[in-house]
């Protein structure tokens, strides 16, 4: 199971064997009249759609699955007999985490002295990194890997997943309370893209600093180059893009030049994230050394993107 942070399609997602359970998004203020909605993995609305109307002034806001929802999913799983586990949107960005984790303890309570083989993991990233962590999650669970032993192997991989995302502007961050408006009206006047990563504890912080798109671009290139690093995992990575596919397919092509061997995911930027980076996020996301031995970077301020 996985919330709709990660950006696999509807078809993906039924494909693996992966229940999904959506996040909701509105335009504040427009209840029922503006970009409002289930994320339901770009089912009901395009992401041309659904960009476009940001483009055009929505800002829509999002929110995690009820209680409700989270406790039907789990009594759905426990009644299947199916050991099932969760995968969660970063609790540094959203309460989803926390969510689902009060609801399967309420159904521990209704079941005492029973085992109930449900999980819940703090995946400490988002977007097309869990889609990444999803991807090869299911790898493992298909050549035999058991609930217990997925969850031990999901909390260790997440630190060796790398992200690197460029948004196209300073304002989306802003408005979610990543930036200070000073910091956004100067960085868009310089043409300055921000280019962002997940810290150690799920926040965001950012890496570097590009001059105008192209350079933005080649420098999540670089950073695919410089930090690629396999273990037991397949040879893939994943290239995002919020309704900018050239930009995408673009980065996607200079990767495979790199490495001809290489499979390259190219997931849709989600309306849930989408919602907070706006049109034209570009992110690349691939195996790396692991990032506990990092050097400490910066934090973004103000990081929650959901309730």
């Known amino acids: 199971m996985c919330d709709s942070t990660c950006d696999f399609t509807a078809e993906q997602a039924a494909a693996r064997g992966v229940t999904i359970l ?10 029922g009249g503006g970009l409002c909605g289930d994320d339901d993995l770009f089912q009901s609305r395009s992401a041309h759609e659904f960009y476009d109307a ?10 995690q699955p009820s209680q409700l929802e989270y406790e039907e ?14 995968f969660c949107i970063s609790s540094g960005l959203s309460g989803g985490y926390d969510g689902a984790v009060m609801a399967l303890d309420r159904l521990k309570e209704a079941h005492p002295g029973e085992e109930v083989r449900i999980y ?7 977007s097309t990194a869990l889609t990444l962590l999803l991807n090869e999650a299911c790898n493992k669970r298909d050549a035999g890997m058991n609930a217990e032993q997925l969850v031990m192997w999901a909390e260790e991989a997440r630190f060796r997943i ?3 995302f460029m948004v196209d502007n300073l304002d989306a961050l802003h408005r979610g309370g990543r930036l200070p408006k000073g910091v956004a009206v100067l960085g868009d006047a310089l043409d300055v893209k921000a280019l962002l990563h997940f810290n150690l504890d799920g926040t965001l912080g950012i890496r570097a600093v590009a001059r105008g798109r192209k350079k933005g671009l080649r420098k999540l290139v670089d950073y695919y180059a410089k930090n690629v690093q ?3 995992e397949a040879n893939v990575c994943g290239v995002g893009d919020a309704d900018v596919a050239e930009d995408g397919f673009n980065v996607a092509a200079e990767l495979r030049r790199l490495d001809d061997g290489l499979e390259v995911l190219r997931p ?3 309306p849930t994230i989408g919602s907070h980076v706006g049109p034209g996020m570009v992110s690349i996301v691939f195996w790396g050394r692991d990032r506990r031995n990092d050097k400490a970077v910066t934090k973004v301020k103000g990081v929650r993107q959901s309730k």
């Open 22 to 31: 959506p996040f909701h998004y509105v335009e504040a203020g427009k209840p």
């Open 54 to 63: 940001i483009r055009h002034g929505a800002t829509p806001m999002t929110s």
């Open 73 to 86: 999913a789990f009594q759905a799983a426990y009644e299947s007999g199916v050991p099932t586990v969760m």
């Open 120 to 126: 819940v993991v703090d995946t400490l990233v988002a």
């Open 162 to 164: 790398r992200t690197l």
């Open 230 to 232: 396999l273990g037991d």
């Open 268 to 270: 849709t930027i989600g």
